[in-house]
């Protein structure tokens, strides 16, 4: 699931309040600038918290998705190790809990 966040106006302080001023929509340079941006930062951010290694950006994309399957697999151990069903699994419906003598 994706999310985006697009402002379509500013408010401007004026006497006794503020106005709202509507903005024009962002153009394609716009938003693939501010994505360039984004997508430096993160990366950056990633390999400073130690994710990723200090790497060219399609060599940390690589290592991201790397990591990330390393951790399904872990996570796939866990939950092999507690015996808990796993995706496509067939699940048996749960006994009907015990009806109480009042009821």
């Keep these: 699931m994706g999310a985006a966040l697009v402002p379509d106006g500013v408010f401007v302080p004026r006497e006794g309040g503020v106005r709202f001023e509507a903005l024009p929509p962002s153009t394609q340079g716009e938003v693939e ?3 360039r941006v984004v ?4 990366l950056r ?3 400073k918290r130690g994710a990723l290694p200090a790497q060219g950006p399609e060599d940390a994309q690589q290592a991201y998705q ?3 399957l390393q951790q399904r697999l872990r996570w796939t151990e866990i939950v092999e190790h507690l015996g808990l069903p796993t995706a496509g699994a067939s699940l048996t419906p749960a006994p009907a809990p015990p ?3 009042w009821c």
């Excluded at 997508?39 to 993160?42: I, L, Q, T």
């Design 33 to 35: 600038r501010l994505l």
């Design 39 to 42: 997508r430096h930062r993160v």
């Design 45 to 47: 951010l990633l390999e």
């Design 66 to 68: 790397a990591h990330s």
């Design 99 to 101: 009806q109480a003598a």
